[in-house]
């Protein structure tokens, strides 16, 4: 079964910039889009990234996606760190049979 | 606006049903495939169904398949998921998502005797 594997937590200090990365466990990741979810405590989630690397209107361009095919993963890139950023960030794509997947999960901390 | 607004959730027995329901505002509706999505109490999220937009094609998780069946009345601008023989492990916020998108406020089914 396909599997994305996100780390389980990250911090970063106020102005800074963090990566959270999102790795597949078999195939090309780059095979299907991978999407980006936020979600604050008490919330449901919200898009911060579709399509690999395309924001939603009402995103700040803080908020960048990428692929890395050599490395099988997809990051999420939060420049300018405020502690409104503070919050579970969770990957999502496809698998072979176009059902979907999450990571697991990484909660990031601004301190 | 565009959005999803979930109902229908609630405290239910092991072995019960429940039938939640989805209400769709702000776009066309029957132009998008929906998805199911919940999250257990302290939990990640896990994708549940998926219903292309002239419910053509239906997939669901393992962890539902052949208790859950998933559903939509584009006329009406709907979404159901019918909850068969349900069981501790379904307890959940369940959300009604157009992944990439758009995300309802959730539902909570508690399945607790």
């Known amino acids: 079964n396909f599997m994305l594997t996100q780390p389980h937590s990250v911090s970063e200090s106020p102005g800074k910039t963090v990566t959270i990365s999102c790795t597949g466990s078999?195939?090309?990741?780059?095979?299907?889009?991978v999407q980006w979810y936020q979600q604050r405590p008490g919330s449901a989630p919200t898009t911060v990234i579709y399509?690999?690397?395309?924001?939603p209107s009402g995103v700040p361009d803080r908020f960048s996606g990428s692929i890395d095919s050599s490395s099988n993963s997809a990051s999420l890139t939060i420049s300018g760190l405020k502690t409104e950023d503070e919050a579970d960030y969770y990957c999502?794509?496809?698998?072979?049979?176009?059902?979907?997947?999450f990571g697991g999960g990484t909660r990031l901390t601004v301190l | 606006e565009v959005q999803l607004v979930e109902s229908g959730g609630g405290l239910v027995q092991p072995g019960g049903s429940l039938r939640l329901s989805c209400a769709a505002s702000?776009?066309?509706?029957?132009?998008?495939?929906i998805n199911w999505v919940r999250q257990a109490p302290g939990k990640g999220l896990e994708w549940v169904s998926y219903?292309?937009?002239?419910?053509?094609?239906?997939y669901y998780a393992d962890s539902v398949k052949g208790r859950f069946t998933i559903s939509r009345d584009n006329a009406k601008n709907s979404l159901f998921l019918q909850m068969n023989s349900l069981r501790a492990e379904d307890t959940a916020v369940y959300y009604c998502?157009?992944?990439?998108?758009?995300w309802g406020q959730g539902t909570l089914v508690t399945v607790s005797s």
């Open positions: 999502q794509s496809y698998d072979s049979s176009d059902q979907g997947v």
């Open positions: 702000g776009f066309t509706f029957s132009s998008y495939s």
């Open positions: 219903i292309s937009s002239s419910s053509s094609t239906i």
């Open positions: 998502a157009r992944l990439g998108a758009t």
């Open positions: 399509e690999d690397n395309q924001r």
């Open positions: 078999s195939g090309s990741i780059a095979s299907n889009y």
